[in-house]
């Protein structure tokens, strides 16, 4: 069973960073397509970013661009979520999932059980 780890989240105050790892223990990341995602209290899930497996092309969602960078270190087999000038809507459990390639929801064949981010004063 393939399972996926997110690391990095935490509390952190507005205008605050953190950055999200996602790692997969006996699995190789370098052929699939990661994809960061997240679900707020009550809210359906998002995607958020998204890096193709040859680290061609990035993605996102149009409310982090400017302050999320998603990026690969194929080596270290993770991928990171490089959050800045973090917002309280940014609240929410971070999932990393992977795909062959960038897609909806529904194209992810591999889930991490998620990390907390919770940004507030």
């Known amino acids: 069973q393939v399972q996926l780890v997110e690391s990095g989240g935490g509390l952190v105050r507005p205008g605050g960073s953190l950055r999200l790892s996602c790692t997969a223990p006996?699995?190789?990341?370098?052929?699939?397509?990661i994809g960061w995602f997240r679900q707020a209290p009550g809210k359906e899930r998002e995607g958020v970013s998204c890096?193709?497996?040859?680290?061609?092309?990035?993605y996102y969602v149009d409310s982090v661009k400017g302050r999320f960078t998603i990026s690969r270190d194929n080596a270290k087999n993770t991928v990171y979520l490089q959050m800045n000038s973090l917002k309280p809507e940014d609240t929410a459990i971070y999932y990393c999932?992977?795909?062959?390639?960038?897609?909806?929801?529904?194209?992810?064949?591999?889930w991490g059980q998620g990390t907390q981010v919770t940004v507030s004063s």
């Open positions: 999932a992977a795909a062959m390639l960038c897609g909806s929801t529904a194209d992810y064949d591999y």
């Open positions: 890096i193709s497996s040859r680290d061609v092309s990035s």
């Open positions: 006996g699995f190789t990341l370098d052929y699939y397509a």
